[in-house]
């Protein structure tokens, strides 16, 4: 696969979506780079779906730029279309026709996609295409989709809620091809609510709160703006009041507890700070526990885990 620019696949410049005097988008940013499977993360009503529509040329931008493999959606959404996969969280499909007579029409649209591909998919999928659509269960409309999507011959793959309806087995069958597309060069946008989905399969993440930008980057070097959890069990008395010393300074006695075990949730250099003490206290059982996509999601949204 190539794209059209040897810039990013998407570039979402300041980006704002009003409808009527509601703000759905405000101020946007959004970049994906070509090969990336890039997270993008919010909860319900966070402007997730709007901005993919605004990138996609479903919807005409209040203010700021798009750009798709190198090309304004909104000038030209035809052939941003024809180039881009798109599974909404929502499928609707047309009731009369079979499943195969909804691939042939979708592949029709884009011009182009791998008959073998599609029937290898199909098989995966466990999907009867010679049914007709108005009998498919959701979960079996979302793989119509899923098979038309991975067997085109597109750059980019935005994909909203793709596994929603789709059973554990068939979200394997889901990652598998998500990974597949990675290694062939085509560019995947992934908006999810999942996050241990979004953590596995994505290098990159943005997350949205209140349609405005709240943190974008690398998965590794976002873990930092978390807490990581360092655990261990002091042994004798002597190493008991070494570490009280110790933890003290960095201003976490309470993570001592009477009985010598220690469960500290500190960030950056502290996790260090604290796996050392623990060693130069020959501490036994030590663990150290890395912040998660979760943990970063719950910390944006000032969520208390109870």
Wanted: net charge negative.
């Amino acid at each position: 696969m190539s794209t059209t620019s040897s810039g990013p696949v998407i570039d979402i410049r300041g980006l704002v979506k009003d409808f009527g005097s509601f703000r759905a988008v405000d101020g946007l940013d959004l970049e994906v780079q070509p090969g990336e499977v890039h997270g993008f993360l919010g909860p319900n009503g966070a402007g997730k779906s709007t901005a993919v529509r605004v990138l996609l040329g479903l919807y005409r931008r209040t203010a700021g730029s798009v750009s798709v493999l190198g090309r304004d959606p909104g000038d030209h959404p035809g052939e941003v279309t024809r180039q881009v996969s798109y599974i909404p969280g929502e499928v609707a499909l047309w009731p009369n026709l079979t499943g195969q007579e909804v691939l042939d029409a979708l592949a029709g649209i884009r011009g182009a996609y791998d008959e073998n591909t599609e029937k290898r998919l199909v098989e995966e999928f466990a999907l009867d295409t010679r049914r007709k659509i108005r009998t498919y269960s959701k979960g079996n409309r979302q793989k119509v989709l899923l098979v038309a999507a991975f067997a085109a011959r597109t750059d980019l793959l935005v994909l909203d809620e793709p596994t929603s309806g789709l059973d554990p087995l068939m979200e394997v069958h889901f990652q598998r091809c998500v990974q597949e597309a990675a290694h062939q060069g085509r560019t995947v946008l992934l908006s999810s609510h999942i996050l241990s989905e979004v953590e596995q399969l994505c290098a990159a993440v943005t997350i949205i709160k209140d349609g405005r930008l709240v943190e974008s980057g690398r998965i590794s070097d976002m873990r930092h703006l978390a807490l990581s959890t360092v655990t261990g069990q002091a042994r004798r008395p002597a190493e008991l009041d070494m570490l009280r010393a110790g933890l003290r300074k960095l201003g976490l006695q309470d993570a001592l507890s009477a009985a010598g075990a220690v469960e500290a949730h500190v960030s950056g250099g502290d996790v260090n700070e604290v796996l050392g003490l623990l060693v130069a206290a020959d501490a036994e059982a030590v663990t150290c526990t890395p912040a998660t996509l979760d943990d970063l999601f719950l910390r944006h949204y000032e969520v208390v885990a109870r």
